[in-house]
C-alpha cells in the first residue's frame, strides 16, 4: 500500500497548521509530539506525488517544531508526511 494516504494508530502525533501558506514564505513551521526520542523522516509530496523536499532528524521526546523550506514550491495543493518508525502521519497544505 501507499503510504503517502496511510497512517497507522500511534501514540505520536503530528500537526500542521495553517493549513494554507503562502509560497513567499521561506519556512513552514510544522509540530509534533513524541512518545521517546525518535529518528523522523518529513518528506512533501507534490500532487502527482513526486517528492519535492525531505529531510531526516532525531527529535528528543515531548513536543518539538521544525521548519521546511517551501519557497520552491508552486501553487497548489502538496502533502506532508512524517514517517516516525512505522507510524506515517500524512496533512495536506495548501500554497498560494
Known amino acids: 500500500m501507499n503510504n503517502l494516504f496511510h497512517e ?28 521517546n526520542s525518535q529518528n523522523i523522516l518529513v518528506s512533501v509530496f507534490n500532487n502527482l506525488g513526486q517528492i519535492v523536499c525531505s529531510k531526516e532528524e532525531r527529535k ?11 519557497s ?15 507510524s506515517v502521519f500524512t496533512k495536506n497544505l495548501g500554497i498560494q
Request: hydrophobic share 40%; glycine share 4%; aromatic share 14%.
Open 60 to 70: 528528543a521526546a515531548g513536543n518539538s517544531n521544525f521548519d521546511l523550506n517551501l
Open 8 to 35: 497507522k494508530k500511534s501514540t505520536h502525533y503530528f500537526t500542521a497548521f495553517p493549513i494554507v501558506t503562502f509560497a513567499q514564505a521561506s519556512y513552514r513551521n510544522f509540530c509534533l509530539t513524541l512518545s
Open 72 to 86: 520552491d514550491l508552486n501553487s497548489g495543493v502538496c502533502f506532508v508526511q512524517v514517517q516516525i518508525k512505522e
